[in-house]
């Protein structure tokens, strides 16, 4: 990906939810990554082969997406390494703001009839979300089923519907 994407990728994964974020660009003599900071949390990417701030640095690759806290650093004395790496900019972006939940709490949805909504046994019948903690994980409560006793069960958003 180039730099100039992962930058837009970045700011309009932010600005959907309403936040205006500020990536801040490599610089000479400092660190030759961009990086941006949401609540306790840094995500960075970085040039493949380039330093990032002269010219010619919107057609650059980048890669080494990284989260970690703001206040934790790397130490090279004791070989501990702050953060975590992901695979893409998307990854990074979901760790410092998961985008909101497709269905809402109290929503009555149905399953889909896929070949995994068939094979769990929840295609066609309606529920109540009960709760929705991510965009793909959603709580339901299966109208007609008795209360299982260790909660309920999480489902793919992928394989739910609006009832009607």
């Keep these: 990906m180039k730099a100039i994407n ?57 890669s080494g997406f990284h989260v970690r806290r703001y206040n934790d650093h790397s130490d090279l004395q004791s070989d501990y390494f702050a953060g975590s790496y992901r695979e893409n900019i998307s990854q990074v972006c ?25 094979r769990f046994g929840f295609a066609g019948k309606v529920g109540l979300v009960m709760g929705a903690t991510s965009n793909s994980n959603i709580t339901v409560n299966w109208l007609g089923d008795e209360k ?11 394989d739910l519907e609006v009832a009607n």
């Design 94 to 118: 979901e760790s410092l703001l998961p985008s909101p939940a497709k269905y809402s709490v109290g929503a009555l949805v149905r399953g889909k009839q896929t070949k995994r909504a068939q």
């Design 6 to 62: 992962a930058i837009k990728k970045v700011k309009s994964h932010f600005k959907k939810q309403g936040i205006n974020i500020e990536i801040y660009p490599p610089r000479a003599g400092g660190s030759y990554k961009w990086t941006f900071q949401h609540g306790d949390y840094v995500g960075s990417f970085s040039p493949n082969g380039h330093n990032g701030y002269s010219e010619g640095w919107e057609d650059v690759q980048v």
């Design 148 to 158: 299982p006793n260790y909660g309920y069960q999480s489902f793919s958003s992928r």
